[in-house]
């Protein structure tokens, strides 16, 4: 069944990203902090995190592959689809951190070559000594290698499923398992790498090996809050006949699974460092006590709580209302996760306003306008998907 | 007849799954069925009620948890303080960070033991507890449908005629 975007959405999309036009004009114009370092945190915080839920979708979509798995096969469209927003996610991430290289923005401390030179005032010994890796050329080496190689699978994986569909048989199939390994090797090295570069450089002095896999647990949990989200939205419009309530579980699974998985890991990175008490390592958690005490230990345990207590028992995940409440809830709060990785380090207090609102909602606006005209170019159904009979059966 | 109770062996999970369809629909009480792994799909058939181990399980998460908090509460704030890393110890909620890996094992160790003992328990099947089964070959590659006839009202030949057109290979009477 094809996928009509209808008009009333198309307008609402519209509008929401007119209100992130106007947050954003008027925020920069009225933006009194140091080279609008407020803006281009926003352009950061929300062209990350929409970026990300494509991203997760894709590498969601890549373990599905390598596992040949046949439970997601009826929604496998819905997960293609949220990936295909990751050329313009990246595409703005490029536009921000070629911001930064021009110095329009000082998000990136070490991106100002003073810090490198022993005769200035700002030399800064410890910057300079990760000059190695943390240097411009190399950076938009890796930071172009990530988006090049992600974007190419996103396109990859799109034309096979689309190929599939006319040919059927099984090579695009098994060419698929290939691929996805060689994606999630990839991505298993990179999302760490990444988050490295892009997020925790901006606290340039703090370093944790955590890091890594605490950022990609919450691009993995963003992406299955809005596959979920989205899956249900789909079926109560009726595009997605063959979805039972099985599928559903199975998808209020993952956002209860991978929530406690991001939870962990927020965990053990506080944990550790609250323990070891090293003053290298409390500076990153004493800036977020001292000035976002509420916000940064309410979003944990909104985080956390809520999955736990309301997911866990079976006939709550297949309660579509319970997945609506605490996938919205938990959106917003993994939306705040990225917030306070990105505002502490930059702006140093608290700043929420229209324009954080307005361009939340822009980005939103943006992100479902792309992931649903995605959905239009394909039928919702996959066609000839050697698992598909399989899927449509699934029963729990 | 009242203790009469008939044995339907099977030697295929999806044939049986079938049969007790077809049973059912006639309106037969199945009691049981034996087999030797879960039969997927079988428990709303026979109308096996959704087990309440889950529930047995959060119980005792739930008293993991709290006996963890008190016991932590009280050895090394109340009973003892300890100076380790120069962290505070005068109040519960400046050390709870290092109580919660103690309280998350200990909640599993409580969930995890308490549901196996619970469901040894309730089945009956303690080490040295005595087998209840019927058929050993039900534990290998075989399937017992355990029928009685005093639930059903019908006699036992009309039973093993509905039996034997669900495919079952034997059909024994004990």
């Known amino acids: 069944m094809d996928f009509i975007f209808s008009k009333r959405a198309k307008i609402t999309f519209s509008i929401l990203m007119l209100i992130g036009v106007i947050a954003m004009i008027f925020g920069f114009m009225n933006d009194q902090t140091d080279h609008h370092n407020r803006f281009w945190a926003n352009i950061f915080i929300n062209g990350f995190f929409f970026f990300a839920i494509s991203l997760g979708a894709l590498f969601f979509l890549a373990l599905q592959y390598a596992t040949e798995a046949s439970y997601m096969v009826v929604v496998k469209r819905v997960i293609e689809g949220t990936s295909q927003f990751i050329y313009i996610g990246a595409a703005i991430l490029i536009v921000f951190f070629l911001a930064g290289t021009f110095h329009w923005h000082h998000i990136y401390h070490w991106m100002d070559p003073e810090v490198y030179n022993p005769d200035s005032d700002h030399y800064d010994a410890i910057i300079a000594g990760k000059a190695a890796y943390l240097n411009q050329p190399f950076f938009w080496i890796r930071t172009l290698a990530y988006l090049g190689v992600w974007c190419y699978f996103a396109y990859l994986f799109r034309k096979r499923s689309l190929m599939e569909d006319e040919l059927g048989g099984t090579k695009t199939h098994f060419k698929n398992i290939t691929s996805a390994a060689i994606f999630l090797v990839f991505f298993a090295f990179t999302s760490s790498t990444a988050s490295w570069d892009w997020i925790m450089s901006i606290d340039t002095h703090w370093f944790s090996t955590l890091f890594g896999w605490y950022v990609f647990s919450g691009i993995w949990v963003s992406a299955m809050i809005f596959l979920v989200l989205v899956t249900i939205y789909l079926k109560g419009k009726g595009f997605l006949p063959a979805v039972n309530k099985s599928h559903i579980h199975d998808l209020g699974k993952w956002m209860f699974a991978i929530s406690f998985l991001w939870s962990y890991l927020w965990f053990s990175q506080f944990e550790l460092i609250w323990y070891s008490n090293i003053p290298e390592e409390v500076t990153y958690y004493i800036t977020r006590i001292e000035h976002f005490k509420w916000l940064f230990f309410g979003i944990f345990f909104m985080n956390f709580v809520f999955p736990m207590v309301i997911l866990m028992a079976r006939d709550a995940k297949r309660t579509i209302g319970y997945l609506i409440v605490v996938g919205l809830i938990i959106f917003v709060g993994h939306w705040f996760d990225v917030y306070l990785m990105v505002v502490p380090g930059t702006l140093g207090e608290l700043h929420f306003g229209f324009m954080e609102i307005g361009m939340f909602l822009g980005f939103l606006g943006l992100f479902l306008y792309v992931v649903f005209n995605a959905f239009t170019k394909a039928p919702m159904m996959v066609k000839n998907h050697p698992y598909l009979e399989e899927s449509k059966h699934l029963h729990i | ?174």
Request: hydrophobic residues 45%; negative net charge.
């Open chain 2, 1 to 174: 007849m009242a203790d009469k109770v008939i044995y339907a062996t099977y030697d295929d999970d999806t044939v049986l799954l079938e049969g007790a369809k077809k049973l059912v629909a006639k309106g037969v009480h199945i009691r049981d069925v034996f087999s030797p792994f879960p039969i997927h799909g079988i428990d709303p058939v026979i109308g096996v009620k959704q087990t309440r181990l889950a529930i047995c399980a959060f119980i005792y998460g739930l008293i993991g948890l709290s006996l963890a908090l008190v016991g932590m509460y009280y050895f090394m704030i109340v009973d003892w303080p300890m100076n380790i890393g120069g962290k505070p110890n005068d109040f519960f909620y400046q050390n709870i960070p290092a109580f919660i890996p103690i309280t998350f094992e200990f909640t599993v160790l409580l969930a995890a033991h308490g549901m196996a003992l619970t469901y040894f328990l309730r089945n009956w099947t303690l080490p040295g507890v005595e087998a209840r089964n019927p058929y050993p070959y039900t534990t290998d590659d075989k399937f017992v449908m355990e029928i009685h006839p005093a639930d059903n009202h019908v006699t036992v030949d009309e039973l093993s005629q509905m039996l034997n057109e669900t495919g079952s290979i034997l059909i024994e009477e004990r």
